[in-house]
C-alpha cells in the first residue's frame, strides 16, 4: 500500500512498544520507502534493516536514509516478507505495520518469529476481518497465528477511529483525482481505483477493523 492513515501519535504508540535503543537492531519489514522505519530509527537511535520487496521501494528508502543522515545504521533488502534471506535471531525488534493482511499471515508470523531474539518484540499492525464478507486474505483473528509460531501477545487492541482515517483519506484522493493524475501519470489510477471501491461501501458496515499488536518471541 502506497499509503497509510497511521498519525503520528500512532508511529509513537509503535516505538515506544519496541522498546529498541542505540545498541539495538530493529527491522521494518515490509518497509516500502522507509519512511517508517527511518523515522523510529532516528526518534530511537537503534540501526535498522528495512525489508520490502519492491526494489523500487528499498532504492528509495536508501536514498532517503542517506539524505537523513542515518545511512551508516540503515540498510535496505529487497526480499519477501514471508522468506528475507536474514540470518536467524539477529533482530532485537520487528516492525510490520500494514502488511500480514496483503501476505500469508501465518508464514509472515514465522518469519518474525525466526528473525527475533529471545524475547525480542514484534509490533504489527493489520486488518482483521469483522464480517464473514471480509476478503478471505484477511485473516478473523490473528491471536492463533502468533501462538503458533512462538509469539507471546501483549497487547491487541483495535485502533481507535481508523476507518473514519481512511475514509477521510480516500475522500481526499477522489476529490483531487486530476491533479494526482497530472502529477503522477497512470501511477494514480491504483490511488484512485481503491478510493472509489472504499467510497461505495461508505455507508456500510465495515467488513474490517485494524489492530495493533504487540507480541515477545518466547524465550526458549
Same mark, same amino acid.
Given at each position: ?45 537503534? &540501526? ?54 496483503? &501476505?500469508?499471515? &501465518? ?112 524465550? &526458549?
Amino acid at each position: 500500500m502506497p499509503f497509510s492513515a497511521l498519525y503520528r501519535a500512532d508511529l509513537n504508540r509503535v516505538a515506544d512498544a519496541l522498546q529498541i535503543g542505540r545498541d539495538d537492531l530493529f527491522i521494518d519489514l515490509g518497509c516500502g520507502s522507509g519512511g517508517t522505519g527511518i523515522w523510529i530509527a532516528e526518534r530511537t537511535g537503534a &540501526s535498522l534493516v528495512g525489508v520490502d520487496f519492491s526494489a523500487v521501494a528499498t532504492e528509495n528508502a536508501t536514498e532517503l536514509a542517506q539524505r537523513r543522515g542515518i545511512s551508516k545504521r540503515a540498510d535496505f533488502v529487497t526480499a519477501d516478507a514471508t522468506q528475507t534471506g536474514l540470518s536467524t535471531g539477529i533482530a532485537d525488534a520487528v516492525a510490520c505495520i500494514e502488511v500480514v493482511m496483503f &501476505s500469508d499471515a &501465518s508464514r509472515v508470523l514465522a518469519e518474525i518469529s525466526r528473525l527475533l531474539k529471545p524475547a525480542g518484540r514484534a509490533v504489527v499492525i493489520a486488518a482483521e476481518a469483522i464480517t464473514d464478507d471480509a476478503p478471505p486474505i484477511v485473516a478473523r483473528d490473528y491471536r492463533p497465528l502468533f501462538a503458533d509460531n512462538a509469539l507471546e501477545i501483549m497487547t491487541y487492541d483495535a485502533l481507535i477511529h481508523y476507518r473514519e482515517r481512511v475514509l477521510s483519506l480516500y475522500h481526499a484522493i477522489y476529490d483531487r483525482a486530476e491533479a494526482l493524475r497530472t502529477q503522477m501519470g497512470v501511477g494514480a489510477d491504483y490511488l484512485v481505483g481503491e478510493a472509489q471501491k472504499w467510497l461505495a461501501r461508505e455507508h456500510l458496515p465495515p467488513r474490517t477493523r485494524d489492530i495493533f499488536i504487540v507480541a515477545r518471541r518466547a524465550s &526458549s
